[in-house]
């Protein structure tokens, strides 16, 4: 095992397509509950003392944990913000949750195409702590799932481990839904940008954790019946979602089952989505495979 991530191989890697789709799609749903804007003038606010750095202490916890999203010039600040805003409400449970959800992350360092191979382990142990403690809390739950697949399959390139938590989120949290507070390992994706476009045929976003999941364990396995079962499922629970539509191009791209996801393909190039660039993808892999069967696609 490499002890630097490939920064290359992250740059090129199909998981920039793949999940940074999400960010768009915050354009049109937003996130859940997101914390009201501090109200506290730089006069009447107090300090709390962390690891050196003097943290403002604003009047509710929707405040302070919106001061822990700021942009910090230093990691060790940030990391006292959210290490501050747990010690000052501890009561509150699902945003101690997101705070400490950010504080596993910063194991990674400043870039995580960068981390060491420590500070994947050290990022994954901060989130199994996660595990155990938020237990109740699925949103909590699934991310920090999420991250450990992520870290595995795509720091560390353990891809049985990966897939095995993948897997372990799917059956757990199968409609919990994405929310986009940071951090997130991915920035942007083309999008038509009209708001009046839905990104989905159906009247209410379909991002979920588990859907992801799915795709990221068609991606990496080399089994094709693991590949072929979580598209099964991806299909069957998710087949209006735009992130199916990367799960069928992986499919077609590896020749899984190509038979029957031609059939598949067919139909979901029928759909109107707004990402015409994925459907672009599964055409060309559609063309290439009739081509090499002697057949004509129009």
Known sequence: MNNRVDSSSIQSNPTVLLLLFLLVSNLFFGCKDRPAEPQNTQAEQASIEISGFQIPVFSSAGEQLNYTRAWFAKIQEKRAALQAFIKLYPQEMRYCGLAALDLAYLQLGSDFRFAEEYAGFAAIKAYRAILDTYIKLPEIMAKAHWYIGWIYTDLLKDTKKGIDEYQQLVSNYPEESVTLLPPAPWVSIIYQTDANVNI????????????????????????EEIAWGAYQKLWGSYRDNVVTGFGLKFMLQKRFHIEETLIMAYQYMEKEFSNVHILGDIQKEINDITAAKGGVIK
């Open 200 to 223: 989905t045929l159906s009247n209410k976003p379909v991002n979920n954790w588990a859907a992801l999941a799915l795709v990221e364990i068609i991606r990496h396995t080399d089994d």
